[in-house]
């Protein structure tokens, strides 16, 4: 099973931009499925995702601007970003963790930046 994030690119200060990530299988019935982001010389950190429950967390920072849908028959998970800010800009990625085990896939990331 893989991960497959697109959308990514350079975008001014309060544009937006959609993210997508496909699983390769049949696995969002068994995963909670999110996106991180990495800045450079930063941590990887949440920015969005799905619970057990079916809601959605957000990170503080991009509360009330980004938003996590998902499309269970496209096996697709996306990162609407609206009014973005310099700060966004990071190296995205894909998550999905497996409900039981807690495991985590990755994609390959995808750049976002934004210029100020």
């Known amino acids: 099973v893989q991960l497959q994030a697109s959308g990514g690119g350079l975008v001014q200060a309060g544009g937006s931009l959609r993210l997508s990530c496909v699983a390769s299988g049949s696995i969002v019935h068994l995963v909670n499925m999110g996106w991180y982001r990495q800045a450079p010389g930063k941590q990887r950190e949440l920015v969005a995702a799905f619970t057990s429950g079916g809601s959605r967390n957000y990170a503080d920072p991009v509360k009330g601007r980004f938003t996590i849908s998902r499309d269970d028959a496209k096996n697709t998970v996306y990162l609407q970003m609206n009014s973005l800010k310099s700060e966004d800009t990071a190296v995205y990625y894909c998550?999905?963790?497996?409900?039981?085990?807690?495991?985590?896939?990755w994609g390959q990331g995808t750049q976002v930046t934004v210029s100020s």
């Open positions: 998550n999905a963790r497996f409900r039981i085990s807690e495991y985590d896939l």
